[in-house]
């Protein structure tokens, strides 16, 4: 199985045509919709698959936002002519390709990829022979669960190695919601502890092992930063919620319709 995180794709083309450079947006759209197409046909061709989908985020708010409103408010909206090119691309990956794509509103493509893993895996399939396509760290707990993930652009899989470079040592795939949720992330605008850093989310991870041993725990932390442990604990409740996927979406597939065309 082959899922790949299209909007991941689709943003990472579209911000590099032409270097970032000017350009007549109805242009910067036509090239990066080609380019698109021609990146994700090479992935397809790199990553052999009997089944494969591509997950589109739907736009719009979604579960996250219900929960906190500012979640990804510092990221810059996309242009209407960005958002137009997303339905007849996904009409050229079916159609070209021979690959399914969905689009869930009120979910992230991230959401669909997880349930696809889990629908995988309780079917009895071996989930090593799942590859993720995606440059989102998030997706890189999935191997915990033993699925694969690759960095399409970066050419490099998101193992044990990786995680530990990216996280800190000691750091293991199922701690990385853990992390995120006491680091948080600016990118998507999760608000994790404030005052907690990188270094202090991992020494926490490495001594008390989850968040939740770590919560339970939260009287043995001493000084300044017990006190901001102790009275954030709803934020890294928050914040562990927000970068958690949900892994039971109605996708509306099936796996003859994921079968490679």
């Not at 043995?220 to 562990?240: C, F, N, Q, Y």
């Amino acid at each position: 199985m082959l899922l790949v995180d299209g909007h991941s794709v689709v943003r990472r083309v579209y911000e590099a045509v032409n270097g970032g450079a000017p350009m007549i947006e109805a242009e910067k759209v036509k090239q990066a919709s080609r380019s698109s197409l021609q990146s994700l046909r090479r992935a397809f061709d790199e990553h052999p698959s009997t089944h494969a989908l591509v997950a589109f985020d739907a736009g719009g708010k979604n579960w996250r936002h219900a929960l906190y409103p500012e979640y990804k408010a510092n990221r810059e909206e996309s242009t209407p002519e960005f958002k137009a090119m997303i339905a007849p691309l996904r009409e050229r990956v079916e159609g070209v390709l021979g690959v399914h794509t969905v689009a869930v509103p009120g979910v992230e493509a991230d959401d669909v990829i997880g349930t696809v893993v889990r629908r995988w895996i309780e079917s009895g399939r071996d989930p090593a022979r799942i590859t993720i396509l995606s440059g989102d760290k998030d997706l890189v707990w999935l191997t915990a669960h033993r699925a694969r993930v690759y960095d399409h652009f970066g050419a490099e899989w998101r193992g044990a190695e990786w995680i530990e470079k990216k996280f800190g040592a000691g750091i293991r795939a199922a701690q990385i919601l853990d992390w995120l949720a006491l680091n948080g992330d600016k990118v998507d605008g999760v608000p994790g502890l404030k005052g907690c850093g990188k270094v202090t989310a991992t020494r926490w991870l490495n001594e008390f092992g989850t968040l939740d041993a770590l919560i339970e725990r939260a009287a043995e932390v001493s000084g300044k930063i017990g006190e901001t442990l102790r009275a954030g604990i709803e934020d890294v409740r928050l914040s562990r919620r927000l970068v958690s996927l949900k892994t039971r979406v109605e996708c509306g597939v099936t796996w003859g319709l994921l079968r490679r065309q």
